[in-house]
């Protein structure tokens, strides 16, 4: 059964920084590419950033330069180093595994860990 | 960037109706097209990849189509538990843009 936990979500103040973490279990972790999704209070989904199974790294312009996605493919898990955060980047983080037929498609879901922050 | 816009933005329906949403990108993105169901607190579900793959374990009940830039999702027979928001993303090309929602309302 495929397993995806995330951890590391909290409080904290506009320009901090915070790692979040995914443990994954119950798939072959480094042949699956990686995705991180987040979610504001009361929004929709927003796409952040894609690791493939190699550590190829692609992320959204929001947080291009202020987030850094990477995995530990001995561990089987991912990261989300955040840097710089804005209150915008308020939201729970969602990590998900990714498969591929054509394009890319998101199967498996974490149950998010929360991010606010604020001072 | 794709945009990807959903259409209605909200609906009400009842138990046993068939539903249809939209899905609209800003340019052709083939078939990659994903619909996702996501219900409050939890964390969406894949329902259907590359516009018309059925997610294993979903219901035959959900359906999609289309290519290009316009896709469908469509619900065949509402069961109490398809009340919920859906989604559609594009898989096609960074960034892997989402549709703003539709939530799917008990009339």
């Known amino acids: 059964e495929v397993q995806l936990l995330e951890s590391g979500g909290g409080l904290v103040q506009p320009g901090g920084s915070l790692r979040l973490s995914c443990a994954a279990s119950?798939?072959?972790?480094?042949?699956?590419?990686m995705s991180w999704v987040r979610q504001a209070p009361g929004k929709g989904l927003e796409w952040v950033s894609h690791?493939?199974?190699?550590?190829?790294?692609y992320y959204a312009d929001s947080v291009k330069g202020r987030f850094t996605m990477s995995r530990d493919n001995s561990k089987n898990t991912l990261y989300l180093q955040m840097s710089s955060l804005r209150a915008e980047d308020t939201a729970v983080y969602y990590c998900?595994?990714?498969?591929?037929?054509?394009?890319?498609?998101?199967?498996?879901w974490g149950q998010g860990t929360l991010v606010t922050v604020s001072s | 960037d794709i945009q990807m816009t959903q259409s209605p933005s909200s609906l009400s329906a009842s138990v046993g109706d068939r539903v249809t949403i939209t899905c609209r990108a800003s340019?052709?993105?083939?078939?990659?097209l994903n619909w996702y169901q996501q219900k409050p607190g939890k964390a969406p579900k894949l329902l259907i990849y590359?516009?018309?793959t059925l997610q294993s374990g979903v219901p035959s009940r959900f359906s999609g189509s289309g290519s290009g830039a316009d896709f469908t999702l469509t619900i065949s027979r509402l069961q109490p538990e398809d009340f919920a928001t859906y989604y559609c993303?594009?898989?096609?090309?960074?960034?892997?843009?989402f549709g703003q929602g539709t939530k799917l309302e008990i009339k």
């Open positions: 998900a595994k990714r498969g591929y037929s054509g394009g890319w498609y998101d199967d498996y």
């Open positions: 119950g798939f072959s972790f480094s042949n699956y590419a």
């Open positions: 690791i493939s199974g190699g550590g190829d790294t």
């Open positions: 340019q052709s993105i083939s078939s990659n």
């Open positions: 590359a516009a018309s």
């Open positions: 993303q594009q898989g096609y090309s960074t960034p892997h843009t």
